[in-house]
C-alpha cells in the first residue's frame, strides 16, 4: 500500500519491457524515489562505468506519496550516474508525469542498455513496449509532446523527453516533462540521450492506493490546514520563487558576471517588479500567469511572455506565445550570472532550455565561464563563431543559447559544461562548479552553510540538497553549520526526495505532519526519527556509490575563487569561503572519516555494511 | 528621525508609511531600537528571515540592542524559497 508493487524493467539493448516485484525490504529501507532508486542503482550497475556508457542505468523513480492526495505529491526522480559530474545523479521533477507512471501501475521504471535505434516507451496502464522514435528524434520537446499524443490518440497521456541537447550529449542536458518542468541537472537527459530513448510516455487510469484511508486522509487534511493558510504558500504563489533575487542581491549573495560580483545592478530589470509590469515598445508584461503541478495547492510557476517584437523572437513564431518562465534559479543563471538584464532574452534562454532540454542553471553557468574566457582573452570571436560573449551580451546570450541546444558551432563546446570547457582552454579556475556541476544562485562566499551544501552535496553543486539558508542569511558566523547542513541533507533526502512530494511545502509542514501521510500511507510505522534515519541510510548510500565511482576527498571542494578572491560587496564584504573550518567537523558529524570515509560503525549501524 | 525603510516580499497587511512597492521613510524617536521599528511597523514576528541596517545583517537577537541614528536604512525581509 502506497506502492504498486511493481516495478517495470526495460532492457532497450534487447528491446524487452518486463514486469517484476517491488522489493519490499529495500523500500523499507529506502522508503522510496530517491533513495529506493539509488538502491536499486547499486545493485543494477558498476558505478564505476562511464555515464553514457550502455552500463549505466537509468531509474524512473516515484515515491510512496506519489499520486495520492498528499499536497504535491506528484514528484519523480530521475536516478542514474550523471553525464556532468561522473557522480550520482538524482533530478526531481514536478508536473504529472511521475503521478501517471505511478497511477499506470509502476513504482518505478528501470532502463537498460542502449537501443540499436532511437525508441520512446509507452506506459499505458499494466502494458509496455519500446515504439519507433526515428521520426522523433531530432526534434525538440515542445514537438514530441503534442506528436506523441497525436499518434497514440489521447490527449491525457503525459509525456518525460528529451530534446535536441539529450541527442548531442550535451552534458547538463535535463529531461523535460509536461513542455517546461524539468528532472534539470546532473545530465540526466545526456545518459537518456546516449540510450537512444528519445521518450517515456505514460496513460494510467488506475489508481493509488494506501495502506489506511482514514488515517491517510485525516493527515493529509493536518497537512492541507496548515499549509493552506501559511504566508510561505502565499509568497510562493503571489511571488513565486523569483522573488528571491531581491533578498539575495540586498545580501550580496546573488552569483553575477561568473562570480565576479554578488551584487548585480540590472536586478531591477529582472525582478518580480520588472516582471509584473509592461516594458518595450508594445507594453508587453512578462508573467502571464502561475501554475501548479499534480496535486499542488501552492502554484509556484510561472507562465511568461516575450515581445513579440524582441530580436530573440523576431521570425519564430514558437516563442511568441505564453510557456514557462523566470523563477529564481533561471533568472539567476541566465541573468546576473551572465550579466545580462534584458528579461526578455533572459526568458529566450528559458523558453531555449525548456523546448531543447537544457538545465538552465549549469547552462548560465556555462555561458558565464565561456564569457570570463571571452573577456580574458583566452577565446575569441574566432572561436565562437562571431559571438559576442562579453558579459552583458543578450544578443550574445541568445545566439550561444540556440547553438548549445543544436549540438551546433561553439555550442557544442559550451554544452560539455563549464568544467570540461575551461579545461579544454587551460582555465580551470574560471569554473564555479563543485563535482563539475555548476553552482545555483548563492554565492559560497557569502554563505558559508552553502559553501558546505556545495562542497559535500553528492550530486555536485546544489542549492536543494541541504537547507542552511535561516541560519546563513542570519550569519556568518561558522558556529552549528555543519550541524544544520548534516541534518537538513538526511530530512530533505528522506522526506522530500523520497516520499514524492514537494520540498516547497517545507516552511508550513512539518516532519511529523509528513511521517503521518507516511504511516497512514504505508503498511509500516513512520515517526520522524524514522524519517531522519532513512535520510542518513540514503545519504551515506550516494557517498558510496560516489566512492565506488572513484570520487575522493579533493571532490568535496570548491574552486580555488571562493577561498582566494574577498567579496567586493554586500553584507559580507570581504569574505572567503571557510570550507576548511567546517568539513572535518562535518564528517566527524556524520561517522565518516579524515578522507570523508563512512566508518564501518557508520555503515554497521545503517544497515549499509 | 527619519528612517529610510524597504520591505521585501511582504505580503502582509498594508504598513503604514509603507508604499505598494514595499518602500516608505519611517520617523522615529531618537534612541528607535530596529526591533522598536520592526514594532512600530507592525511587521514583528511577521516571519521576518533577515533585516539589514546600512546592508549589514542583523540577527534577531541582536534587533533589540541595535539602536539607530539618523542616516541607517533598513531592509525588512520575508521569508523566500529559491529553487
Do not use: N, S, V
Given at each position: 500500500m502506497g506502492w504498486t508493487g511493481k516495478i517495470l524493467r526495460v532492457d532497450l539493448t534487447a528491446g524487452t519491457c518486463v514486469s517484476e516485484p517491488l522489493n519490499r525490504e529495500w523500500a523499507e529501507q529506502y522508503m522510496g524515489q530517491r533513495g529506493l532508486a539509488t538502491k536499486y542503482l547499486m545493485e543494477s550497475m558498476d558505478p564505476s562505468v562511464d555515464a553514457l556508457d550502455p552500463g549505466n542505468v537509468l531509474i524512473f523513480a516515484t515515491g510512496p506519496?506519489?499520486?495520492?492526495?498528499?499536497?504535491?505529491?506528484?514528484r519523480y526522480a530521475v536516478v542514474t550516474k550523471g553525464a556532468l559530474t561522473g557522480a550520482i545523479a538524482c533530478s526531481n521533477s514536478g508536473g504529472k508525469v511521475g503521478a501517471e507512471i505511478k497511477i499506470a501501475g509502476w513504482d518505478m521504471v528501470i532502463i537498460h542498455g542502449r537501443a540499436p535505434k532511437p525508441v520512446y516507451l509507452w506506459i499505458a496502464d499494466d502494458k509496455a513496449e519500446l515504439r519507433d522514435a526515428g521520426h522523433l528524434w531530432g526534434r525538440s520537446v515542445w514537438d514530441v509532446e503534442p506528436t506523441i499524443k497525436s499518434e497514440l490518440g489521447d490527449p491525457a497521456i503525459k509525456v518525460a523527453s528529451i530534446g535536441r541537447a539529450g541527442e548531442q550529449l550535451v552534458r547538463y542536458a535535463c529531461v523535460v516533462n509536461e513542455l517546461h518542468r524539468a528532472a534539470g541537472r546532473s545530465g540526466v537527459g545526456a545518459v537518456m540521450g546516449s540510450k537512444n530513448l528519445k521518450a517515456v510516455a505514460a496513460r494510467g487510469t488506475g489508481g493509488v492506493t494506501v495502506h489506511d484511508p482514514k488515517a491517510f486522509m485525516a493527515a493529509v487534511a493536518n497537512a492541507k490546514s496548515t499549509l493552506q493558510p501559511h504566508p510561505s504558500r502565499q509568497r510562493l504563489m503571489?511571488?513565486?520563487?523569483?522573488?528571491?533575487m531581491d533578498v539575495t542581491n540586498a545580501h550580496g549573495s546573488l552569483p553575477t558576471r561568473n562570480d565576479r560580483d554578488v551584487q548585480f545592478e540590472g536586478t531591477d530589470k529582472l525582478n518580480v517588479a520588472a516582471s509584473q509590469k509592461p516594458h518595450g515598445p508594445n507594453g508587453v508584461t512578462n508573467l502571464i500567469t502561475n501554475k501548479a503541478c499534480f496535486a499542488c495547492t501552492i502554484a509556484c510557476g510561472r507562465i511568461a511572455q516575450i515581445d513579440p517584437e524582441h530580436f530573440s523572437v523576431v521570425n519564430k513564431p514558437q516563442y511568441q506565445g505564453a510557456s514557462g518562465g523566470l523563477e529564481y534559479e533561471n533568472v539567476f543563471a541566465l541573468g546576473a550570472m551572465v550579466g545580462v538584464d534584458d528579461i526578455d532574452a533572459v526568458t529566450f534562454a528559458n523558453f531555449v532550455c525548456n523546448e531543447d532540454g537544457m538545465d538552465t542553471i549549469s547552462h548560465g553557468g556555462s555561458v558565464a565561464a565561456a564569457m570570463e574566457l571571452y573577456e580574458e582573452g583566452v577565446i575569441t570571436k574566432k572561436d565562437t563563431g562571431g559571438i559576442d560573449l562579453s558579459f552583458g551580451s543578450a544578443e550574445g546570450l541568445v545566439a550561444i543559447t540556440e547553438l548549445v541546444a543544436k549540438g551546433e558551432g561553439f555550442g557544442a563546446e559550451v554544452g560539455m559544461g563549464a568544467k570540461r570547457l575551461t579545461e579544454k582552454y587551460g582555465r580551470p579556475e574560471f569554473a564555479m562548479v563543485s563535482k563539475g556541476q555548476e553552482f545555483a544562485g548563492y554565492d559560497p562566499r557569502a554563505m558559508q552553510g552553502m559553501a558546505l551544501a556545495y562542497a559535500t552535496s553528492n550530486r555536485g553543486a546544489c542549492h536543494l540538497r541541504a537547507s542552511p539558508f535561516a541560519s546563513d542569511f542570519q550569519t556568518a558566523e561558522l558556529e552549528g553549520k555543519a550541524e544544520i547542513v548534516r541534518a537538513s541533507q538526511d530530512e530533505r533526502a528522506a522526506m522530500f526526495d523520497s516520499a514524492g512530494i514537494c520540498a516547497f511545502i517545507a516552511a508550513a509542514v512539518n516532519i511529523d505532519q509528513i511521517a503521518g501521510m507516511l504511516d497512514g500511507a504505508l503498511e509500516s510505522d513512520w515517526d520522524a526519527d524514522r524519517i531522519r534515519l532513512t535520510g542518513e541510510r540514503i545519504w551515506n548510500l550516494e557517498k558510496l556509490f560516489n566512492l565506488k565511482a572513484g570520487l575522493t576527498r579533493k571532490d568535496d571542494s570548491l574552486p580555488p575563487r571562493m577561498f582566494n578572491e574577498p567579496l567586493k560587496s554586500g553584507t559580507a564584504k570581504g569574505h572567503v569561503a571557510r570550507l576548511d573550518e567546517m568539513l572535518p567537523e562535518y564528517y566527524e558529524l556524520r561517522g565518516w572519516d579524515e578522507e570523508g570515509v563512512p566508518r564501518g560503525q557508520t555503515l554497521t549501524r545503517l544497515g549499509l555494511q | 528621525m527619519k528612517i529610510p525603510v524597504k520591505l521585501v516580499a511582504y505580503l502582509g497587511d498594508p504598513v503604514s508609511g509603507i508604499d505598494d512597492q514595499g518602500n516608505g521613510v519611517i520617523d522615529v524617536p531618537e534612541g528607535t531600537t530596529l526591533a522598536g521599528l520592526l514594532a512600530r511597523l507592525d511587521v514583528?514576528?511577521?516571519?521576518?528571515s533577515l533585516t539589514l541596517v546600512n546592508d549589514a545583517a542583523v540577527r534577531e537577537g541582536d534587533q533589540a540592542g541595535r539602536v539607530l541614528v539618523d542616516g541607517d536604512r533598513v531592509v525588512v525581509f520575508s521569508p523566500i524559497k529559491g529553487g
Open positions: 506519496l506519489t499520486g495520492t492526495m498528499a499536497p504535491t505529491a506528484g503571489k511571488l513565486g520563487t523569483h522573488a528571491m | 514583528a514576528g511577521a516571519e521576518l
